[in-house]
T-cell receptor, first 111, second 114 residues
Framework: GENVEQHPSTLSVQEGDSAVIKCTYS??????FPWYKQELGKRPQLIID?????GEKKDQRIAVTLNKTAKHFSLHITETQPEDSAVYFC??????????FGRGTSLIVHP | GAGVSQSPSNKVTEKGKDVELRCDPI?????LYWYRQRLGQGLEFLIY????????KSGLPSDRFSAERTGESVSTLTIQRTQQEDSAVYLC????????????FGPGTRLTVL
């Protein structure tokens, strides 16, 4: 199946700083790239997604960028707040209808 | 509207027993997925249902695992002769049907095998 690498595995920032999480993939047929946030003990929830015909999408403090040539996409969180602390998963589908998830990034925002 | 629901929320069982986990997808969602999430790990795909098509069982880790779905409604995941390594949170997700649609996750069932 599809392979996706997610980095970093943990990310610690001060409140107000920006956070960037990157995922790389290999299947050029991938065409849908969602990001999920999972708070401790809760279910994963979609926070933003992007499709392959778009290079960037923004929703308030959250943005996702996609570089299809280099086969990577990134989640950007600006002005981080303590409530942003969670595990973030990238995912993708396209070549296979089975979504592939990254291993997750534990984001810790220190007040 | 109602989201994806799962039951039970927690299940503790003894090694060797069978367990059945239930998922109620969002009404009208034709696609349903089961995932396993071990503590501190990512999501491991188990099985995928799409409408009345044959399910994709390629992620099931052994023949002790099976799942059924009646039409486009409830799904059950059955684990026979449970082992300690089956301990995990089992998540169900549904989507409208196209593989690039947003997946909506249930709260999960936390399974502990003693």
């Amino acid at each position: 199946g599809e392979n996706v690498e997610q980095h970093p595995s943990t990310l610690s920032v001060q409140e107000g700083d920006s956070a960037v999480i990157k995922c790389t993939y290999s299947d050029s047929a991938s065409n849908y790239f969602p990001w999920y946030k999972q708070e401790l003990g809760k279910r994963p929830q979609l926070i933003i997604d992007i499709r392959s015909n778009v290079g960037e999408k923004k929703d308030q403090r959250i943005a996702v960028t996609l570089n299809k040539t280099a086969k990577h996409f990134s989640l950007h969180i600006t002005e981080t707040q303590p409530e942003d602390s969670a595990v973030y998963f990238c995912a993708l589908t396209g070549g296979s209808y089975i979504p592939t998830f990254g291993r997750g990034t534990s984001l810790i925002v220190h007040p | 509207g109602a989201g994806v629901s799962q039951s039970p929320s927690n299940k503790v069982t003894e090694k060797g027993k069978d367990v059945e986990l239930r998922c109620d997808p969002i009404s009208g969602h034709t696609a349903l997925y089961w995932y396993r999430q071990r503590l501190g790990q990512g999501l491991e795909f188990l099985i995928y249902f799409q409408g009345n098509s044959a399910p994709d069982k390629s992620g099931l880790p052994s023949d002790r695992f099976s799942a059924e779905r009646t039409g486009e409604s409830v799904s059950t995941l059955t684990i026979q002769r449970t082992q300690q390594e089956d301990s995990a949170v089992y998540l169900c997700a549904s989507s409208q049907g196209v593989h690039s649609d947003t997946q909506y996750f249930g709260p999960g069932t936390r399974l502990t095998v003693l």
